[in-house]
């Protein structure tokens, strides 16, 4: 006697798997019967149905089909011996255990499907009752496309799942995991083919089981209607990439318990796949797992394996409760809208912990990306967040470590990176800059950043491949526009706390930019701002070697003018006393056409700067100068339109200034008088 086999979860049982029974029904044979006959002819049919198990003598039969008194039979049921029956020999309807075990089997598949207290009640599929037993369909196969007869078909198994990989190991040939490219399996069936497309040659006793530890099954067992497949907890290996299609969600226990473990070195673990096309209801999940990769100790970078791929317009894509390890890129986002990745760790990465390719209106909060440890140096050029094309990104409460670029803003081939919102977001330890917006091949412009940071970039592995990174790096000239940098923190990086080079409308507020130049004394500055830049404001920041140790006070000027063609700046309220050499520096001459205004900072306003009296003095940065001697003053350089100064004049027989240039009066002096400067633009007008 075989134990019966279920039906569920692949299929719901029926009359025909259970069968049927009834009390007190019996009759007797009216002909006699051979032990090959399959029509048998009963007195009294009538309370007789199809699907009834029948006793006679020592045999069970099952009814298929009854019609008057003639009833059509299966001999030699539950393993009993068909054999010659006399007329008149009973035929019984009983509970036979067969009835028992086929209903104890049921049971206990429903059972095991709703789990332990019903724990699975809330999900839809478990992953572990599709992972289906290997099968061995015997044969050779070879490169290219080969036919593989599934007997049983497994549930979740169908020939037209052409996202669907199975998994060939053992026998001769090396392991590998195939694609479904055809055939006539139809999941639940009792046979049928799949056609898949194999690399290696396999012979001897290969055989064919799932490539994704069941999971991939049970996402097909719901792609039709939608669902959650729960992935219990454990360690599954997968050896190729499982595709969640729209309207489907990927959960875990807990990313502390399941595990998965892909075993292929050149391919992504997920990819939720919504195919770009106007419907909306594309929305996907994964949840709460762990994704490691066997790959070990990367040194090149390859953007070709992702652990998690988003492709597609799916509208609110969820991935969320993950930690990844080890992977060519951790979350690559490929279109989607209004995606959110939230609450992740990313650690050891080639390409970028999270590359946004393109997608518009994406959430990026809650993580922790990085690399392995201090002795390591990360793959050179990744980024912790790297992005191509987006236009509206919002990253809050983000945590990246020890990468070579913390955020990289990098389009090229087309693309823009327009609308970025950055909230609480730390690049810390990297081997160059903590943030790089650059617009060298294409447009970055309206981003924004509040209370971020960058700290210690550009230290760390100094024997392998230091550089002095920037905290924050702006450049690519006029298509570099609309930045605001709000309460930032630029603290301890190698070169200058912000560097910019080039840009328009970019403003820095209340920022704190502390002792910056670690990679060599005085050679570096707070806010460095190239003479391309444009329309810039630096106010109410505290920028100097603040309470720090002595070895570390580094930061020579705390804002550094390159000067020349820059225009409209506005640098206003800001600390900047503890610099080592300056606290603004100005090198080359604004045009005097240029609309500058430097206003009420700390170390430049009331510093008293001494010049000698000549036909022509050269400004510095600050706006007070004591005049020494006694030779009039005819002109003034390094003004700019609307540029107020004062001059004192300590001699006690003074020049006083002459309208021999562009002062356009003369004005004699007393000792120790004063007298206010102002510049159109063209001329010093003298009162």
């Not at 479904?180 to 012979?203: E, F, L, Q």
């Not at 969640?244 to 226990?253: A, L």
């Not at 969820?318 to 650690?347: C, K, M, Q, T």
Request: hydrophobic residues 45%.
């Amino acid at each position: 006697m075989a134990t019966p086999a279920p039906v569920f979860p692949s299929a719901v049982a029926t009359s025909a798997d259970l069968k049927v029974a009834a009390n007190l029904v019996q009759s007797a044979l009216a002909v006699a019967i051979t032990a090959t006959d399959t029509i048998i002819t009963v007195r009294d049919g009538s309370r007789f149905q199809a699907n009834m198990l029948l006793s006679i003598d020592q045999e069970i039969l099952a009814a298929t089909a009854v019609n008057g008194n003639l009833i059509t039979v299966q001999r030699q049921f539950d393993a009993t011996t068909a054999a010659p029956h006399a007329a008149s020999a009973l035929v019984s309807v009983f509970i036979d255990a067969w009835h028992h075990n086929r209903t104890a089997t049921e049971i206990m598949a429903i059972e095991t499907f709703l789990g332990p207290n019903g724990q699975n009640l809330s999900k839809a599929i478990v992953s572990t009752l599709f992972d289906f037993p290997a099968q061995t369909p015997g044969g050779t196969l070879a490169p290219g496309l080969n036919v593989i007869m599934l007997t049983p078909v497994p549930p979740g198994v169908n020939g037209t799942d052409q996202k669907h990989y199975l998994y060939i190991p053992n026998g001769t040939g090396a392991p590998e995991a195939v694609l479904i490219a055809g055939g006539t399996a139809v999941a639940g069936a009792a046979s049928g083919t799949v056609i898949v497309t194999c690399a290696n040659a396999h012979s001897g006793a290969w055989t064919i089981r799932s490539a994704s530890s069941g999971i991939q099954e049970a996402i097909s067992a719901v792609a039709g209607v939608g669902g959650a497949v729960s992935v219990p907890a454990g360690q599954w290996d997968v050896y190729a990439l499982t595709t969640i299609p729209k309207r489907v969600s990927v959960v875990g226990n807990d990313r502390h318990a399941t595990i998965i473990r892909n075993q292929s070195t050149t391919t992504g673990a997920f990819r939720l796949d919504a195919p770009f096309v106007s419907d909306f209801n594309q929305s996907m999940g994964l949840f709460s797992l762990t994704i490691v990769s066997s790959a070990v100790g990367r040194t090149t970078v390859d953007v070709a394996a992702p652990a998690v791929y988003v492709y597609g317009t799916g509208l609110m894509t969820v991935v969320a409760d993950l930690s990844i390890f080890n992977h060519d890129i951790g979350i690559h986002l490929a279109g989607p809208l209004y995606a959110v990745v939230e609450r992740f760790r990313i650690w050891t990465f080639g390409y970028a912990g999270i590359y946004v390719e393109y997608g518009d209106g994406n959430w990026i909060r809650n993580g922790v990306i990085g690399n392995n440890d201090s002795t390591s140096p990360p793959i050179v050029g990744n980024a912790g967040i790297r992005c191509k094309h987006f236009s509206g990104l919002y990253v809050d409460a983000v945590d990246i470590t020890k990468s070579y670029f913390g955020v990289l803003l990098a389009p090229s081939g087309g693309s823009y990176c327009s609308f970025g919102f950055f909230t609480n977001v730390l690049a810390d330890t990297t081997i160059a800059q903590g943030w790089w917006f650059d617009a060298t091949n294409g447009p970055v412009n309206s981003m924004h950043c509040i209370d971020c940071w960058a700290s210690f970039c550009g230290i760390q592995f100094a024997d392998s491949g230091r550089t002095d990174g920037d905290g924050f790096l702006i450049n690519g000239g006029a298509s570099s526009s609309g930045f605001a940098f709000i309460g930032c923190r630029a603290k301890f990086c190698g070169g200058n706390g912000f560097n910019i080079i080039g840009g328009a409308q970019i403003k820095v507020v209340g920022a704190e930019i502390n002792a910056n130049s670690q990679v060599g004394l005085n050679t570096r500055s707070g806010i460095s701002i190239d003479n391309t830049a444009q329309h810039v404001i630096v106010a109410s920041s505290q920028i100097g070697n603040y309470q720090v140790a002595p070895e570390d006070e580094k930061q020579g000027v705390g804002i550094l003018l390159v000067g020349g063609a820059g225009n409209y700046f506005s640098i206003q309220g800001n600390d900047l006393t503890r610099n080592n050499q300056a606290a603004l520096s100005i090198l080359t001459p604004f045009a005097p056409s240029a609309s500058i205004v430097i206003d009420g900072n700390l170390g430049v306003d009331g510093v008293w700067t001494t010049l000698p009296s000549a036909a022509s003095i050269a400004l510095g940065p600050t706006n007070y100068y004591k005049i020494t001697g006694t030779v009039a003053i005819g002109t003034i350089t390094g003004g700019w339109s609307g540029r107020r100064i004062v001059l004192a004049f300590t001699d006690a027989v003074p020049g006083g200034v002459i309208a021999t240039g562009n002062v356009v009066r003369t004005l004699g002096a007393a000792q120790n008088q004063r007298m206010t400067c102002e510049f159109d633009g063209a001329v010093w007008w003298v009162q």
